[in-house]
């Protein structure tokens, strides 16, 4: 494959101009703008501005800046780590279940640990979906149940069991010191440690959520920004019956 190096594009190709918002623990002055135009410089960035400079809380300003990036990156050789697979309709999804698997798929979901946002698990479990992407609740062929949030590792196991449920959803969107990544593995090694992780298909979710780190953490797959329920009951369906 031939070589393609690039860098970020501003007002030029390959100028390399960026953008970048920050905060640093400094009260707000003009100290202050000269202290992040300092510490971009360390970052090896080029062409500094400070367009920006806000005092958000006594002792801290947020700062907006411009700045040129002088590294390049051979564009030929970056791989794509998103999880490919097949995706269906909300009546070819229906119609595979019923025909292929002859029942119901089955399927338990919640946000665990404290965290206690459910946008994202019920953008893919409730009936209304998103964006006209219909949830999982609404497909005759699926048993949905959607545990909500704050649900512990112990409570989301116990269910799956007693639905006998195929796949688990995990849902995760506070990331503050990594606690989605504690949350994810106390979910995965309760399972082995009851010897039913290989029972269940897992599928873990949120905006931090990369296919590469949930094979990483154990999961069979991840899914990120902008998944539609479709996309999810795909998946399961596909992985269920090897497609």
């Not at 190096?5 to 002055?29: H, M, S, W």
């Not at 202050?32 to 300003?61: D, M, W």
């Not at 990156?73 to 697979?85: A, E, F, G, M, P």
């Amino acid at each position: 494959m031939e070589q393609e190096f690039i860098k970020p594009y501003g007002d030029t190709l390959n100028d390399g101009r960026i953008q970048l918002a920050f905060t640093l623990p400094v009260e707000c002055c003009d100290r202050a703008h000269q202290g992040a135009i300092t510490y971009l410089s360390k970052l090896n960035l080029e062409n500094i501005e400070v367009v920006h400079r806000k005092a958000i809380a006594p002792g801290f300003t947020y700062f907006v800046a411009f700045a040129s990036a002088i590294p390049t990156i051979d564009y030929s050789q970056v791989k794509s780590n998103t999880l490919k697979h097949q995706t269906m309709d909300f009546y070819q999804i229906n119609q595979i279940i019923k025909e292929s698997l002859g029942r119901q798929l089955k399927v338990v979901g919640a946000s665990i640990g404290s965290d206690a946002h459910t946008v994202g698990i019920d953008a893919i479990m409730n009936m209304k979906g998103f964006d006209g992407n219909y949830g999982l609740e609404r497909y005759p062929e699926i048993t949905a149940l959607n545990l909500g949030a704050q649900v512990s590792c112990e409570e989301l196991i116990a269910q799956a069991i007693k639905i006998d449920a195929d796949a688990i959803l995990v849902s995760q969107t506070v990331t503050q010191k990594d606690i989605h990544l504690k949350n994810l593995t106390s979910l995965i090694e309760m399972l082995e440690a009851e010897s039913l992780r290989k029972r269940f298909i897992l599928i873990a979710g949120g905006p931090r959520i990369s296919h590469a780190l949930a094979i990483e953490l154990g999961y069979d797959a991840g899914l990120g920004a902008g998944t539609m329920p479709s996309d999810v009951a795909s998946l399961i369906i596909t992985r269920l019956l090897k497609l």
